[in-house]
């Protein structure tokens, strides 16, 4: 979601449910050449750590803290959301097809499950399922977008309760 009135939305629901989220500018190939945007998301957590750890502070000058703080700043508008993503995704929420282009043919290429808020003006065979939905509305988005991430809270709290089952060691006779 990288309209405006979508991107504090997503950005808030995809953090609530620990999900990878795109807010900024779509990179081209994020999906179709993973193996490059890897390197720049390594990048970023390398950079990450580096200042958080305060290796910036004892190795760098000033004005060189202040170039790699700029570049932290860059990547993070670029793959902050997906800085946790370590494979292809298997499914993907998108808020415009039309604004959303690249997204769309990079995920249909690779196969990838493509769920998206289809207005009037956008054809909805291009997606894999298609929610009719006013894609111009923050409303409209935020509705939407909560009832995707409560699906989501409710899968991955049932996924937690089926692996605890698993882990836990069976009663004693």
């Known amino acids: 979601g990288t309209k405006d009135q979508a991107m504090p939305i997503i950005r808030e629901a995809a953090e609530r449910v620990g999900m990878p989220y795109v807010v900024g500018r779509w990179l081209g190939g994020t999906i179709t050449n993973f193996s490059i945007i890897g390197k ?24 060189e803290q202040s170039q790699m703080n700029q570049e932290i700043a860059r990547l993070e508008n670029n793959v902050g959301g997906i800085a946790d ?17 690249t997204a769309v043919r990079e995920a249909k290429r690779k196969e990838v ?3 998206a808020i289809c207005d009037s003006n ?12 006013n894609d111009d509305a923050s409303s409209s988005i935020r509705l939407i ?28 006779a």
Do not use: C, W
């Open 113 to 115: 499950t493509t769920f």
């Open 122 to 133: 956008v054809d909805p065979n291009q997606v894999t399922y298609a929610i009719p939905g």
């Open 40 to 63: 720049v998301i390594h990048k970023y957590r390398s950079l990450i750590r580096s200042r958080d750890t305060g290796e910036l502070a004892q190795k760098y000058t000033k004005f």
């Open 85 to 101: 993503l370590n494979k292809l995704p298997d499914a993907m929420f998108i808020v415009d097809i039309i604004e959303e282009e």
């Open 145 to 172: 977008v909560k009832v995707f991430t409560d699906a989501v809270a409710a899968g991955i709290e049932e996924r937690s309760r089926e692996m605890a089952k698993v882990e836990a060691p069976p009663p004693a």
